[in-house]
């Protein structure tokens, strides 16, 4: 069983930091890919940022500049920098977790998502 641990949501003011985390436990899980997502109240979830294992980094237009996505693949670890935070960030984040798990000597595909923390940026 794998499970995505999130932390780091809070409530900042405009302009504020907060740095997103999300471990990813099971001992056979190797990620190749790791994200984050935000659903706002009434809209639907985004994308806000994804990594890939070899590094490489796609990011919604929307944070581009502000948010820095990284990782550890040792720890399957997935961090979101995210600074100049603006109203419009409000959201709650998910993390999700594409990769592989090995079962009875088979490979197989699968995709986590956490149970999501809160941002909340006050004006």
């Known amino acids: 069983q794998v499970q995505l641990q999130e932390s780091g949501g809070d409530l900042v003011q405009a302009g504020g930091s907060l740095r997103l985390s999300c471990a990813a436990s099971?001992?056979?899980?190797?990620?190749?890919?790791m994200g984050w997502y935000r659903q706002a109240p009434g809209k639907q979830r985004e994308l806000v940022a994804v990594?890939?294992?070899?590094?490489?980094?796609n990011y919604a237009d929307s944070v581009k500049g502000r948010f820095t996505i990284s990782s550890d693949n040792v720890k399957n670890t997935v961090y979101l920098q995210m600074n100049s935070l603006k109203p419009e960030d409000s959201a709650v984040y998910y993390c999700?977790?594409?990769?592989?798990?090995?079962?009875?000597?088979?490979?197989?595909?699968?995709?986590?998502w956490g149970q999501g923390t809160q941002v909340t940026v006050s004006s």
């Open positions: 099971g001992s056979t899980f190797r990620a190749n890919a």
């Open positions: 999700n977790a594409d990769g592989t798990i090995r079962v009875l000597g088979a490979t197989l595909k699968r995709q986590y």
């Open positions: 990594i890939t294992s070899e590094g490489s980094t």
